[in-house]
């Protein structure tokens, strides 16, 4: 369940969700200990990529520190910085393609592996520690141009405060805006225990000061300053496009550029995300 923890499914009554329900909040009463250990290595375990990406030419890698332990970067290019951060279950790889053509335009693109992501330090993942690892890697940048943002990612650089960020465009790519709702959907339509579930959540709230009620990226995004485009497929499964699309229209500062038949993650290498970045490179 862990890959697809932070996406809302689509799921009715079936056998397994009830027998899911019932496993665990038995486990939960008889041994509550062993529970919420066993919960928190389910919920907060993503997958870590695999994926056989051929690395760009002059690609330069380096482990940097930051307050979640040692991250993976990627640079490539020269000139002002752009920073890439991924989403659940992702690694920088998926940026390659645009890191390439980010670097062909002019600039730095400065991708890094979340916590527990990747070639990344870290057994488990969760919000407040991408929000961590990301100011981290911001606090050792001079300045950057803008960021670029994929699904969870999304909700983790509108989550920043970090003044690096201050009016810096940013280039939201198939974003989870409604972290939140999807989350407490997504496991509530799984049958998992809430209960259990709250207590992981509240551990995580108390040790970074980060409450889950405090997390709303929509919000976020509605309080910048700075020019943002969201690039995202009307037919995502895992990320509410409905979303995307009020928000470019409530707000004057987002633009959103619709694509069809990309889905979640084919939409990193398209066109459309190229026009996006050049939208924002020729504003800034």
Not at 81 to 107: C, D, K, N, R
Not at 219 to 242: E, M, N, W, Y
Request: with cysteine; hydrophobic share 40%; glycine share 8%.
């Amino acid at each position: 369940m862990s890959s697809k923890i932070y996406f809302q499914q689509k799921q009715g009554f079936s056998f397994r969700k009830s027998m899911v329900n019932l496993t665990s909040r038995l486990h939960h009463r008889l041994a509550p200990t062993h529970a919420k250990k066993f919960a928190k290595k389910l919920l907060l375990t993503p997958v870590r990529s695999t994926r056989n990406v051929a690395e760009p030419e002059g690609l330069i890698r380096e482990a940097v520190e930051t307050a979640e332990g040692k991250m993976m970067t990627y640079r490539l290019g020269s000139g002002p910085t752009w920073v890439l951060g991924h989403g659940w279950s992702g690694s920088s790889s998926q940026f390659f393609p645009l890191m390439e053509y980010i670097a062909e335009a002019g600039f730095t693109a400065l991708a890094f592996d979340n916590p527990a992501h990747g070639e990344s330090e870290g057994r488990f993942g969760h919000l407040p520690g991408f929000v961590s690892a990301l100011d981290s890697v911001l606090e050792q940048q001079e300045s950057i141009a803008g960021v670029v943002a994929h699904s969870m990612g999304g909700a983790m650089v509108l989550e920043s405060r970090h003044q690096c960020l201050e009016n810096k465009p940013v280039l939201l790519v198939a974003p989870v805006l409604n972290y939140t709702e999807n989350l407490l959907s997504t496991v509530a339509s799984s049958g998992y225990s809430m209960r259990l579930f709250n207590e992981v959540v509240d551990d995580i709230a108390e040790a970074y000061q980060y409450p889950l009620d405090s997390i709303d990226p929509i919000k976020r995004l509605s309080q910048r300053q700075a020019k943002a485009v969201i690039v995202h497929d009307t037919g995502d499964r895992f990320a509410s496009f409905s979303a995307s699309e009020q928000a470019s229209t409530e707000f004057d500062h987002v633009t959103l550029i619709a694509t069809e038949g990309l889905g979640h993650g084919r939409i990193l290498k398209s066109e459309q995300l190229r026009q996006g970045f050049d939208l924002l490179a020729k504003a800034s």
